[in-house]
């Protein structure tokens, strides 16, 4: 993957970064031991500002965060700062299984902490999507936990975990990770479960 456009100017960036953390009071606290290959699950997702929290995280702890979106949106010029940004372009017109596209990503690269947010919508569900486990288990890679929590007004990376394939009882490590993390519209944080079989 590209190099990290964080650590290019370090020092401006993380005083820039430092300086808007502080303030509007928010703290970050990544866990030094976040595997080089991995999914970074984000949540609870409620609000925009997550993204914009999501950047002075990186900016701070000089890591780079990948993620997905449609190839359409990749298209000079944005192309250009949507990569440096850590997108990801995928096909979705094509039958092709996400899940071996995301494995193939991880096969090609030293380095990729690949974000998702589970809760797939800003408002409330009644379960997570599946599809970042999935695609753990089969790239044989952990799940770290990131989380962003305006109760504490800490933004991080946590621990993380080795899918079992039993997802289940691993759900049930996540629930209680984050079973006292805040996001900005409580109301709206999903139910961290499996979605239930019909």
């Not at 370090?10 to 595997?35: E, K």
């Not at 290959?37 to 990186?58: E, Q, R, W, Y």
């Amino acid at each position: 993957m590209g190099e990290d456009i964080f650590s290019l100017r370090r020092t401006i960036w993380q005083q820039l970064a430092d300086l808007i953390g502080n303030s509007v009071g928010w703290r970050v606290d990544v866990n030094p031991a976040l595997p080089k290959k991995c999914v970074v699950i984000g949540a609870p997702h409620t609000s925009n500002m997550d993204l914009f929290l999501g950047f002075l995280m990186m900016a701070v702890a000089r890591i780079k965060l990948y993620w997905v979106g449609k190839d359409t949106l990749f298209r000079f010029p944005l192309g250009i700062i949507f990569r440096a940004l850590g997108g990801l372009p995928v096909n979705r017109r094509k039958r092709t299984n996400f899940t071996a596209q995301m494995v193939c990503f991880f096969e090609q690269s030293d380095t990729l902490r690949l974000a998702i947010t589970p809760m797939g919508t800003r408002k409330k569900t009644t379960h997570w999507k599946t599809g970042f486990y999935h695609i753990a288990v089969a790239a044989g890679v952990p799940i770290a936990f990131c989380y962003v929590d305006y109760g504490r007004k800490v933004i991080g990376i946590g621990p993380s975990i080795v899918p079992t394939g039993d997802i289940e009882a691993d759900f049930e490590i996540i629930r209680h990770f984050y079973a006292d993390v805040r996001g900005r519209y409580p109301e709206n944080q999903s139910d961290i479960r499996v979605k239930p079989r019909t």
